[in-house]
């Protein structure tokens, strides 16, 4: 089992109370949280996550032109929909053996930079932090809000706010200050998606091969003055996080074992370097290690690797508490790699979807959510790795890889340097994000304004690099290709919320196999065939509770920011099935004060 | 002596406002447990024209006060306290409401056995869960109006396309094309995928005025979408249009040319999203350089695919407008040479050849006198 050590304490008698949240708010798609709860000694016994609704991609594609693939999984998430359409591309530019133009890859590099401050940005201001913010604290904890009352906030001469409980009060949902600018930095930013994508959220300029983008100058100055106008928010956004989550440390001892778990982060690298990225299987190692985001698995603090084929080979999709039948008597699509590694049966090259609706039981299988897991070689464990919610794991594995060295973000080895250029109110600023103690719910919320930080600065770079191509006449972004009759692909990014690979089998020039594998089945996924939990059920499970109200008026905040802090975002994990089940005895469902309804 | 002049707040005026023929207030259930990707709930965030917060707080004149339920934007933390309107609705005790759905409605008659496709929280007796079509079947008959956002919900969409398991189809196909909401206006549909951000929300607005008593409903086609907004087609809106009429088509997707070799639908999709651009006029399809893949017709995705080749009817069209095209563009390149060049009188000689006459009038003395020179 992974797990959270058990918190060595007195025990009271349990007074156990089953509790349950579904559909959970705030996030997109269909999950559901079971968990229960021990009043008597305030923490987590048991958790776990289910989700309902199938839909049936992998089913769908087949047969289809694999062309099209990135444009039918771009429809698997609504917010994140680029990520997917890149990784489909990135998977089909290796399975056609076709290398886009240097500036295509240059714009697709914006396009997804712009997405990573969108996205963050609306999800950690507008969703995320509805849990941190007064309303919700005063149902919650009112002596922790009495308590922000009198704390100055230590960043007030960047973000403008006297105290933390100033802070809190702007992230009001719809009222707040920071609430209500954090949609329109929201905005401006996928306008400078849109400038680079042409569509948010399913792009409309995407091709294997580049981008239909028109390079002109006017298209880069235009993302320039945009990008300018919200250095200010986001200088400011990370130093009001700090202040926030500075004070939960403070005002609430204990709050590291919040969400904590083994540290078992995966990241699979973004941002292609297009001077050494040629997307071909066999370079695959060199190119993936060059990527501006690093990819690496990264187990108890220590890089285990960042080797991109060793990570495709040790993906296994295991089924465990999910409603599917096994694969593993049929004929495997793949047997070895491109560079003669053999392939497992239970590699996403050679799954089979095979869907077995049953009744919910979750002493049994409860979930239509498969358990992707990571063989770690050197220890013959299934890792349940998570994301971190995306940025942890980015920041924590480029911080330790060591590589990234351009003008505008730094990796030390310990830690990562993000320069931001002067803005209009703000100057000149470098933030460093030092890898935490702890991958817990803070520090999974608190990386994520820093890596908008770490994507704003790289869209800089990415804004020169770009100029450069079109100044001196480079302005091709498409490059043709034949579809092969027979070929493999498998296409490593990063979606908003971690890792995410797409794995392609064609047969006479058609998709005989398709299988995505964004973060959610990470995350969210049931216990695996081990018996291992999920990433939320396990941060969830055993985590202290700290709200100050009993069962009868109990909220679940502290476990509903454990499972946001992931940025769970479902429709990703649940492209498979969902079949029927239904709910354990509830003697309670929690609620929130009608204030805000 | 008395002044009319200065600020008079109207509510404390006595005879100030007219008694209003609609609600005051009205409550939006967004419901996105779909065959989904809760795609047109996040492209509504984009739309600053107007803002879903402006509508939330008021700011947009004449329209009722809005209480929006809607998963992603709710406050509540989640379970019981998100569903308690929807339940409340469910029972007749919450009205006057707007209902949206967002997603493919999936056929539950296929599934043997008590399976579902999708569902929305759980049957608070026996702790199943509850199927969309089941919230669908108790709230769409109390509806005040009925929303459809996306083609998911427009028309069935990505989850309805060939090779699809759950029999997926649209909210008209489920509900039936005449049906009528309690506010007597069938299903609106905003199709897209997905929603252009205005497009929804500008919709949206409408019916909230209408609701308020303060307009007429909106014009809707016989695919029930608004009339002023899929009206035209994608190529009548789009800045391309003059390259096809020319005949000169981008033969990759380096080519700023019209893309119908590559595989736009352009010609014949009712969209107008190269004309208002994706958001705050930023962004589009074919105007940026993005095939028509024909996203929010009712055909889509199937009657569009493969997607990257020409359209069936592509290569005739483009035969026939080719001769004329050929003309037009030879014809047009020497009028545009022409009107390249400067007016000869432009120049630094010692004469004055711009034809200036400081007492021009039209029946002067200086035309009588010009009259006379010649
Ligand atoms: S690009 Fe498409 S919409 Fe534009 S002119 Fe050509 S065919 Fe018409
Ligand atoms: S132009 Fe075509 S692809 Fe673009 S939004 Fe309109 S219908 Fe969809």
Redesign the pocket.
């Known amino acids: 089992m992974t797990a959270t050590e058990a918190r060595a304490a007195e025990r009271k008698p349990a007074q156990i109370v089953d509790m349950s949240w579904d559909p959970i708010t705030r996030i997109v798609g269909n999950l559901g949280i079971y968990t229960k709860i021990d009043f008597a000694n305030r923490e987590v016994v048991e958790c776990h996550s289910t989700s309902s609704l199938f839909r049936g991609y992998s089913v769908f594609m087949r047969g289809k032109d694999p062309r099209d693939a990135g444009f039918i999984t771009s429809r698997i998430c609504g917010i994140c929909g680029d990520n997917h359409t890149t990784c489909s591309n990135y998977a089909q530019q290796m399975a056609y053996g076709v290398k886009p133009p240097m500036l295509a890859d240059t714009i697709v590099n914006l396009g997804e930079a712009a997405e990573y401050i969108f996205d963050h940005t609306i999800f950690q201001d507008n969703l995320v932090f509805v849990d941190f913010c007064e309303a919700m604290v005063k149902s919650t904890n009112p002596s922790v809000l009495a308590r922000a009352e009198r704390t100055e906030a230590r960043n007030g001469n960047i973000h403008g706010y006297r105290t933390v409980a100033d802070i809190m009060r702007a992230f009001n949902p719809f009222e707040g200050e920071v609430y209500k600018e954090a949609l329109k930095v929201s905005r401006v930013t996928r306008e400078m998606f849109c400038l680079m994508e042409g569509r948010h959220v399913h792009p409309s300029t995407l091709y294997p091969g580049g981008v239909g983008t028109m390079p002109e100058p006017t298209t880069f100055t235009d993302y320039l003055s945009r990008l300018v106008h919200v250095l200010d928010f986001v200088k400011k956004a990370v130093a009001m996080n700090d202040d926030v989550f500075d004070f939960f440390y403070e005002a609430l001892p204990g709050y590291e074992e919040v969400g904590r778990r083994r540290i078992l982060l995966g990241c699979w690298g973004a941002f292609q370097n297009p001077d050494v990225c040629d997307y071909r299987y066999e370079t695959m190692s060199e190119w993936g290690r060059a990527m501006y985001v690093s990819p690496g698995v990264v187990v108890d603090g220590k890089l285990v690797t960042n080797d991109l084929v060793d990570i495709n080979l040790g993906i296994r999709v295991l089924l465990g508490s999910s409603y599917y039948d096994d694969w593993t008597n049929e004929e495997p699509f793949v047997t070895h790699d491109p560079l003669g590694n053999p392939v497992d049966m239970r590699h996403p090259w050679n799954q089979t979807t095979v869907p077995m609706p049953q009744k919910r039981d979750f002493d049994g299988n409860y979930s239509w959510v498969m358990s992707p897991r990571w063989y770690d070689r050197n220890s013959a464990e299934h890792l349940a790795l998570d994301t971190g919610g995306g940025p942890l794991a980015r920041l924590w594995s480029t911080a330790l890889n060591g590589l990234v060295d351009t003008p505008y973000v730094k990796a030390t080895g310990h830690s990562v340097q993000i320069s931001l250029p002067k803005s209009e109110k703000l100057p000149e600023m470098t933030l460093e994000w030092k890898i935490p103690k702890w991958s817990n719910t803070i520090e999974r919320d608190r990386a994520r304004p820093y890596f908008v930080a770490y994507a704003a600065a790289m869209a800089f770079y990415f804004l020169e690099r770009a100029m450069g191509f079109v100044r001196a006449g480079e302005t091709k972004v498409f490059e043709n290709y034949e579809v092969p009759d027979e070929a493999i692909g498998c296409g490593f990014h990063e979606a908003v919320r971690g890792v995410l690979s797409h794995h392609l089998v064609i047969k006479d020039k058609k998709i005989a196999n398709y299988h995505p594998y964004p973060p959610t089945p990470w995350n969210g996924s049931p216990r695996d065939s081990y018996g291992t939990p999920g990433p939320y059920e396990d941060a969830v499970q055993g985590q202290p509770i700290f709200e100050e109200n009993g069962p009868d008026d109990f909220k679940g905040v502290d476990i509903m920011r454990t499972v946001r802090s992931f940025d769970p975002c479902l429709p990703c994990g649940v492209h498979m099935y969902l079949g029927k089940g239904n709910t354990l005895t509830k003697l309670h469902s929690p609620t929130y004060g009608a204030a805000h309804a | 002596m008395t002044v009319e002049s200065g600020t008079t707040e109207v509510s404390q005026h006595p005879d100030g406002a007219e008694p209003r023929r609609g609600f005051d207030e009205v409550h939006i259930l967004w419901i996105s447990e779909g065959m989904s990707c809760d795609g047109d709930t996040i492209s509504m965030t984009a739309a600053g024209q107007p803002g879903i917060e402006d509508v939330v707080l008021g700011l947009v004149p004449g329209l009722p006060k809005v209480n929006l339920h809607n998963k992603v934007l709710s406050p509540a933390m989640g379970g019981e306290d998100f569903l308690a309107p929807f339940r409340a609705a469910a029972r007749g005790e919450l009205e006057p409401f707007i209902l949206v759905i967002e997603g493919s409605i999936p056929n539950q008659n296929i599934i043997e056995g008590d399976g579902y496709w999708t569902s929305f929280g759980n049957d608070p007796d026996t702790g199943d869960p509850l199927t969309l079509n089941w919230w669908i079947d108790h709230l769409a008959p109390r509806a005040w109006a009925v929303v459809a956002a996306g083609t998911c919900a427009t028309y069935g969409g990505i989850h309805a396309m060939a090779g699809n398991p759950t029999g997926s189809m649209g909210l008209a196909d489920y509900l039936g094309w005449d049906f009528r909401s309690q506010g007597a206006l069938p299903i609106v549909n905003v199709p897209g995928c997905p929603i252009q951000p205005e497009n929804f929300m500008e919709t949206l607005t409408w019916v909230l005025h209408h609701a308020a008593g303060s307009a007429p409903p909106p014009p809707l086609d016989h695919m029930l979408r608004p009339q002023w907004l899929f009206g035209r087609t994608?190529?009548e809106g789009?800045d391309?249009?003059a390259?096809?009429e020319q005949a000169d088509f981008g033969r990759d997707y380096n080519s700023p040319k019209?893309?119908?070799k590559v595989g736009?639908w352009?010609?014949v999709v009712n969209c107008n999203v190269?004309k208002r651009g994706w958001m705050s006029g930023v962004g589009g399809c074919?105007n940026v350089g993005g095939?028509?893949i024909g996203c929010t017709m009712p055909g889509f995705p199937d009657a569009f695919m493969p997607f990257m080749d020409e359209p069936a009817g592509g290569t005739f069209s483009t035969v026939l407008i080719r001769p004329y095209g050929a003309v037009i563009r030879r014809l047009r390149g020497i009028t545009n040479m022409a009107v390249n060049r400067e007016p000869k009188w432009r120049h630094d000689k010692a004469a004055l050849t711009s034809g200036y006459d400081p007492y021009w009038r039209p029946t002067g003395a200086a035309k009588r006198e010009r009259e006379r020179a010649r």
């Open positions: 994608v190529h789009c391309r249009a390259y096809y019209c893309q119908v736009c352009g010609p190269p074919p095939i028509c």
